[in-house]
């Protein structure tokens, strides 16, 4: 129970707390509606002071813009007046020039008629002197034409007399060529199969040490032993400059008695030829030959038979040392290339190293990258994991708190009133004790009378 005191009459009153709260309340609304309606009077009347004195200054900052650009655009006037004032002065004076420059023109004009006319006979004499200039060229060219064409006479019968003599030392060539094949057909008569083909083993062998082998005292010129391949040629010839192989050739050589009954020919050793030459790791491949003697295709020169076997030739073996020589020649001009191509080989080969270690790191480092993106993967799998559980121990721990929240509210809000209300026994019985209650209070309000500090006291209170 709370006792009040009335202002007016000084009476002592007791209320309970239910009451004692709605007077508190009542007093406290009161008070909070009216300090709020004067502070919201207050913020709208400083509001608009604010509003009334941000209207002033805009205004007078925009007179003073409006006053600074009227004083710009009564500049610009001025200036414009200014420029066409000058413009209308330019242009009378650009009349006065065109007028004066036309006048200079047309005199020039005359002036140009008048040279003209004493240019032209002048023009007149200069192309009658070049018409006598270009006539005594004519001339000059004239006698110079059948100076030329006596010139050309004089090569004519000088080809004609050279073409004499290239048919006649042909024609001993080819004499020689004949006694040549006369002697081989009667050296061939002479031997035994065996000896025929040793024989034009043994004449080219002479060929190259008599003729090549001063040109070239490093070459290598050997017969084919090595048969471990299954077969073997009969001459191998290399060359190298600065270490650098820029020539190999594979010979094969061929003859046959004339009396031999199933005779051969050059293509029937064309296909072991080239299998030889590719085993042995040559580059060209010649077959010196003394078949099919009566062919004039083998009889005038070098066949060449690289569309049936790369770089493959026949040739008979009074061309054996020329053909040799030519094929030097011709290696010689892509030596430098040759050495180019070695070295970037190697550089490939440097490069093709650099691009397997590249990829096997790449291998490796993948492998590695695989395995640790798995083992990283679980882990968020295992933190989401974990997340999650936490996340569902905190939706039950602020769900708990919620409940405790609920239950500490719904104790705060429980009263006598509540629990007596609709219940006439129980609120009976509070009754019953209130009035004990009060009965004691006064007893010793009653006893506290006589002490004039304890009066005091419950007086305050």
């Given at each position: 129970?709370?006792?009040?005191k009335?202002p007016k009459?000084?009476n002592v009153?007791?209320v309970?707390?239910?009451?004692?709260?709605?007077?508190?309340?009542?007093?406290?609304?009161?008070?909070?509606?009216?300090?709020?309606s004067?502070?919201l009077?207050?913020?709208?009347?400083r509001?608009?002071?604010e509003?009334?004195l941000?209207?002033?200054?805009?205004?007078?900052s925009?007179?003073t813009?409006?006053?600074?650009?009227?004083?710009?655009?009564g500049?610009?006037?001025?200036?414009?007046?200014?420029?066409k004032?000058?413009?209308?002065?330019?242009?009378?004076e650009?009349?006065s020039?065109?007028?004066?420059?036309?006048?200079r023109?047309?005199?020039e004009?005359?002036?140009?008629?008048?040279t003209?006319?004493?240019?032209?006979?002048k023009l007149?004499?200069?192309?009658?002197?070049?018409?006598?200039?270009?006539?005594?060229?004519?001339q000059?060219?004239e006698?110079?034409?059948?100076?030329?064409?006596?010139a050309v006479?004089?090569?004519?019968?000088?080809?004609?007399?050279?073409?004499?003599?290239?048919?006649?030392?042909?024609e001993?060539q080819?004499?020689m060529?004949?006694?040549?094949?006369?002697?081989y057909?009667?050296?061939?008569t002479?031997?035994?199969?065996?000896?025929v083909?040793?024989?034009l083993e043994?004449?080219?062998?002479?060929?190259?040490?008599?003729?090549?082998?001063?040109?070239?005292?490093?070459a290598?010129?050997?017969k084919?032993?090595?048969a471990?391949?299954?077969?073997?040629?009969?001459f191998?010839?290399?060359?190298?400059?600065?270490?650098t192989?820029?020539?190999?050739?594979?010979?094969?050589m061929?003859?046959e008695?004339?009396?031999?009954a199933?005779?051969?020919?050059?293509?029937?050793?064309?296909?072991?030829?080239?299998e030889d030459?590719?085993?042995?790791?040559c580059?060209?491949?010649?077959?010196?030959?003394l078949?099919?003697?009566?062919n004039?295709?083998y009889?005038?020169?070098?066949?060449?038979?690289?569309?049936l076997?790369?770089?493959?030739?026949?040739?008979?073996?009074?061309f054996?040392?020329?053909?040799?020589?030519?094929?030097?020649?011709?290696?010689?001009?892509?030596l430098?290339?040759?050495k180019?191509?070695?070295?970037a080989q190697?550089?490939e080969?440097?490069?093709t190293?650099?691009?397997?270690?590249?990829?096997e790191?790449k291998?490796?480092?993948g492998k590695?990258?695989?395995?640790?993106?798995?083992?990283?993967?679980?882990?968020?799998?295992?933190?989401?994991?974990t997340i999650?559980?936490?996340?569902k121990?905190?939706?039950?721990?602020?769900?708990?708190?919620?409940?405790?929240?609920?239950?500490?509210?719904?104790a705060?809000?429980l009263?006598?009133?509540?629990?007596?209300?609709?219940?006439?026994?129980?609120k009976?019985?509070?009754?019953?004790?209130?009035?004990?209650?009060e009965?004691?209070?006064i007893?010793?309000l009653?006893?506290?009378?006589n002490d004039?500090?304890?009066?005091?006291?419950?007086e305050?209170?």
């Amino acid at each position: 129970m709370k006792e009040l005191k009335c202002p007016k009459c000084g009476n002592v009153f007791q209320v309970d707390e239910a009451d004692y709260a709605s007077i508190v309340s009542q007093v406290k609304n009161a008070e909070f509606d009216a300090e709020v309606s004067r502070r919201l009077s207050e913020l709208h009347e400083r509001h608009k002071a604010e509003q009334e004195l941000a209207t002033a200054k805009t205004e007078q900052s925009f007179q003073t813009q409006l006053n600074q650009k009227q004083l710009e655009l009564g500049a610009k006037d001025t200036e414009i007046e200014r420029l066409k004032s000058q413009l209308q002065s330019i242009e009378a004076e650009k009349k006065s020039e065109l007028t004066s420059a036309l006048a200079r023109k047309d005199q020039e004009i005359a002036q140009l008629n008048a040279t003209i006319a004493q240019n032209d006979s002048k023009l007149q004499l200069a192309l009658m002197e070049e018409r006598t200039k270009a006539q005594q060229t004519v001339q000059q060219k004239e006698s110079e034409i059948s100076n030329l064409r006596s010139a050309v006479e004089l090569e004519k019968k000088e080809a004609k007399i050279h073409e004499a003599a290239l048919i006649k030392q042909h024609e001993e060539q080819q004499r020689m060529m004949k006694e040549q094949v006369d002697y081989y057909k009667d050296l061939k008569t002479k031997m035994s199969t065996k000896m025929v083909g040793e024989t034009l083993e043994q004449h080219c062998s002479i060929e190259f040490e008599q003729y090549i082998r001063p040109m070239m005292p490093d070459a290598y010129f050997a017969k084919d032993n090595d048969a471990a391949d299954g077969s073997k040629g009969d001459f191998i010839f290399r060359d190298f400059e600065d270490g650098t192989e820029y020539i190999s050739i594979m010979f094969e050589m061929k003859n046959e008695m004339d009396t031999t009954a199933s005779k051969h020919k050059n293509d029937d050793f064309l296909k072991k030829l080239d299998e030889d030459r590719r085993k042995k790791g040559c580059e060209f491949a010649v077959l010196v030959s003394l078949l099919e003697a009566d062919n004039d295709l083998y009889n005038n020169g070098i066949v060449n038979k690289s569309h049936l076997y790369p770089k493959m030739y026949v040739i008979r073996p009074q061309f054996f040392v020329p053909f040799i020589n030519l094929l030097v020649q011709t290696s010689k001009k892509t030596l430098e290339y040759k050495k180019q191509l070695i070295l970037a080989q190697s550089k490939e080969v440097d490069v093709t190293n650099f691009e397997n270690q590249l990829e096997e790191f790449k291998e490796r480092f993948g492998k590695n990258f695989r395995l640790a993106s798995e083992r990283f993967r679980t882990a968020i799998d295992e933190i989401d994991k974990t997340i999650d559980h936490l996340q569902k121990v905190r939706k039950a721990l602020v769900g708990s708190e919620d409940n405790l929240r609920l239950a500490n509210d719904k104790a705060e809000a429980l009263t006598i009133r509540k629990l007596t209300y609709k219940n006439p026994t129980m609120k009976a019985k509070f009754e019953e004790a209130r009035k004990v209650s009060e009965a004691i209070e006064i007893e010793n309000l009653s006893d506290n009378a006589n002490d004039p500090l304890e009066a005091e006291r419950v007086e305050k209170e």
